[in-house]
T-cell receptor, first 108, second 115 residues
């Protein structure tokens, strides 16, 4: 079983839609939970991070962590074409583990 | 001013050759990493390194070796290149993990093609 599971998509939504991206994990030692965005032919860039359980909001982005279910989510409100990218979840105890990424396309 | 830089951006070489990829960070971070991203976009850690500890992913062949001349640089040497080594290699850095080094900054990647 992989440490982190993420549905690769692809996911295609109309502009303005709410997007929900999810990951599950198996290692209960994970404490830091992150979401990265990767545009084509670029390196990943950190979008949001959360320590332990709870919610965190930053503009149109909300990250949720449910440690009891070993489940994390990223919500994007009012999605824009510029949000079209691959979204990678990541988590760490001492080492970092990434999901496989979900490819998102927001159609104008 | 680039935070994490890598050279070269593209590398095409033949099987059996030895090559190096260079990485530099100007963020003052203590820990640096090498990742491999395959054609399916799966990002897999190869090494993490600071001045105290080298952590090697046990699945990485010993043909791959990190070399750090100083805290700001972590180069990746690859010996006897194989077709399966073709991928995008990313360098990253973060603060020392003990101080909450959850935020990694990635370089632009080096696209390696082995023919």
């Amino acid at each position: 079983q992989k440490e982190v599971e993420q549905d690769p998509g692809p996911l295609s939504v109309p502009e303005g839609a709410i997007v929900s991206l999810n990951c599950t994990y198996s290692n209960s030692a994970f404490q830091y939970f992150m979401w990265y965005r990767q545009y084509s032919r670029k390196g990943p860039e950190l979008l949001m991070y959360t320590y332990s359980s709870g919610n965190k909001e930053d503009g149109r982005f909300t990250a949720q962590v449910d440690k009891s279910s070993k489940y994390i989510s990223l919500f994007i409100r009012d999605s824009q074409p510029s949000d079209s990218a691959t979204y990678l979840c990541a988590m760490s105890a001492r080492q970092f583990y990434f999901g496989t990424g979900t490819s998102l396309t927001v159609i104008p | 001013d680039t935070a994490v830089s890598q050279t070269p951006k593209y590398l095409v070489t033949q099987m059996g050759n030895d090559k190096s990829i260079k990485c530099e960070q100007n963020l003052g971070h203590d820990t640096m990493y090498w990742y491999k991203q395959d054609s399916k976009k799966f990002l897999k850690i190869m090494f993490s390194y600071n001045n105290k500890e080298l952590i090697i992913n046990e699945t990485v062949p010993n043909r791959f070796s990190p070399k750090s001349p100083d805290k700001a640089h972590l180069n990746l040497h690859i010996n006897s290149l194989e077709l399966g080594d073709s991928a995008v290699y990313f360098c990253a850095s973060s603060q020392d993990f003990g101080t909450g080094g959850y935020e990694q900054y990635f370089g632009p990647g080096t696209r390696l093609t082995v023919t």
